[in-house]
């Protein structure tokens, strides 16, 4: 049974708000908030990072839910859009495990517990859901009525492909000079002590951004920099609003369990900037080339994949042998 694309919106947006839900735990807030308050007990807040082993079941589901969900565009839109939405997915998936660098920085420059950076996260992603539907609204209609523009996204993706070629490796962020922060203490102070799992704290009065604030803004402003690059990718992919909606929204939404699945092991992935910088290229020299010569969907995944499945081999092989050499 075939359906439309408003029947497909609700399928996606129940798909996604069940799977958030549970993923963030907000069922679990729920049902224990009215547990509390039939038996009179207090709630107790209990907050703490995934596991491994919840971390790697998480991604998976998060993986088979996106599987699940391009099958249902297969039989509905064809072969041709259900491997926009793969590709799609696979593209925002890949560029995103390199902010998550970013995410160490930041976690470890404000001295972060494990256990609290699952609630940055959670909020992060939620606000970043909303902020990414409107930069791809904004960048579809922008290709569809100016077709130049895929010239300016072409270039966009070229000069972020040579930004990461001369980005120096940093093991801190300077809190003094960076952007959010500079923004962040022009309305409110900062308390340089972590208070539990608050983002903000009063003290006489005054209220002030915690570090959790602090970071939660770093990473905020840093994706919408971050979506400059991976949403003119995946509109080289495909122009269609809701592919690119629902593939990067998938993709972002397991974003939380694959942090906390990779990041013990990031640091091994050798030849992972080298692999998105060779992505960027792949992709801005489409989008620029598009007029002469249309890359093919089929094609483009192929390519994706196989440059992914190089980084990943390349980075197992090497990693074997600094072990072996230790």
Do not use: C
Request: glycine share 6%.
């Amino acid at each position: 049974m075939q359906l439309s694309e408003f029947e497909l919106w609700v399928v996606f947006g129940i798909i996604i708000g069940i799977s958030l839900s549970v993923d963030l735990g907000v069922i679990n807030k729920i049902r224990s908030k009215f547990k509390n308050k039939f038996e009179n007990t207090k709630t107790i807040n209990i907050v703490d990072g995934l596991s491994f082993k919840q971390s790697l079941v998480r991604s998976i589901v998060w993986i088979i839910l996106a599987g699940i969900f391009a099958i249902i565009i297969f039989f509905t839109f064809g072969e041709h859009k259900t491997l926009e939405f793969l590709t799609g997915y696979v593209l925002e998936e890949s560029l995103s495990v390199d902010n998550m660098m970013l995410f160490l920085l930041v976690f470890t420059t404000l001295g972060i517990p494990h256990k609290y950076q699952k609630r940055i996260l959670s909020v992060g992603i939620l606000s970043a859901i909303g902020m990414r539907i409107f930069v791809i609204l904004v960048g579809a209609s922008l290709l569809d009525n100016f077709h130049w523009m895929i010239y300016v996204f072409g270039g966009i993706l070229l000069i972020g492909a040579f930004r990461m070629i001369f980005q120096r490796k940093e093991d801190k962020i300077d809190l003094e000079k960076n952007v959010a922060v500079k923004f962040l203490k022009k309305f409110m102070p900062i308390r340089t002590e972590i208070t539990e799992q608050k983002f903000f704290t009063k003290i006489d009065g005054v209220l002030y951004a915690t570090p959790l604030f602090v970071a939660l803004i770093i990473i905020e402003m840093t994706d919408l920099v971050f979506a400059m690059d991976s949403i003119p990718a995946v509109l080289a992919i495909t122009t269609d609003p809701f592919i690119v909606i629902t593939s990067n929204i998938f993709a972002i939404s397991g974003l939380r369990a694959l942090y906390f699945l990779i990041s013990s092991v990031i640091h091994k992935l050798y030849y992972l900037k080298t692999g998105l910088i060779v992505l960027l290229f792949f992709i801005s020299i489409k989008m620029i080339i598009s007029e002469i010569y249309e890359i093919s969907t089929i094609v483009s995944f192929m390519i994706v994949a196989l440059i992914l499945s190089i980084v990943i081999i390349a980075s197992i092989i090497k990693a074997s042998r600094v072990k072996n050499e230790s």
